[in-house]
């Protein structure tokens, strides 16, 4: 299976999670989460999969938690949107030639996907990288997107080795690095506002 599916219960372990958490949340998406944006855009940004109270609730990614408010912010700034924050699925905000996906779908308990799930879920990812325009950029947010994005473009992982803000020529565009912009990441400052800036800013300079 190729194409993306909100009703996919292919992982039984995140399919019973979710099942949990819509009878503990009745209001919540809980389901697996679509990609956000233009599916023509030539940024793309892979993520490691919804929050429980971020995406898995509002339907949208890096939604309604701590980790979509520096990314929308950013995006702002560097002409990727037309707002700073992302508040609902159903507000007015729109991507500008950017694409927002995860490589994992759906939630997984404790924010951790295991190995099967993430390989499950690739089949998706992989039809969306390689449905990208040429000369795309594609950021991945973390090691875990990174390898994902890796193992969807059918690369060996051993040459490509993660790294803030480390650049990887791919056949049909670059691959960019990012710390991901979790909680703890910025909170403990592995990740600052001028380091996250700093990966857009190349991806514009890139896109231009």
Known sequence: MSQFSP???????????????RAEYPEYF??????????????????????????????????GDHA???????LYKYGFATK????????????????????VKCLPPQNKPVAVEINTCNNWLSAELKALPDDSVIIAL??????AVIMGLGLKQAG???????????????????????????????????MFEAVFERASELLD
Do not use: W
Not at 7 to 21: H, I, K, M, P
Not at 167 to 193: A, P
């Open 7 to 21: 009703d996919c219960v292919q992982c039984e372990r995140l399919a019973n999670y979710l099942a949990d958490v």
């Open 142 to 147: 973390g090691g875990i997107a990174h390898k």
């Open 84 to 103: 700073a924050d992302s508040l609902s699925a159903d507000d007015d905000l729109k991507l500008i030639n950017c694409r927002i996906t995860n490589a």
């Open 30 to 63: 809980a389901r697996p989460v679509p990609a956000f944006g233009d599916a023509a855009a030539r940024c793309c940004i892979v993520g490691l999969a919804p929050g429980m109270h971020g995406a898995n609730a509002s339907g949208r990614p890096f939604t």
């Open 68 to 74: 979509g408010i520096l990314l929308y912010q950013t």
């Open 160 to 194: 490509y080795k993660f790294g803030h803000g480390a650049e990887h020529k791919l056949d049909r565009g670059v691959l960019i690095d990012s710390y991901h912009c979790s909680r703890y990441n910025t909170q403990t400052r592995r990740l600052t506002t001028p």
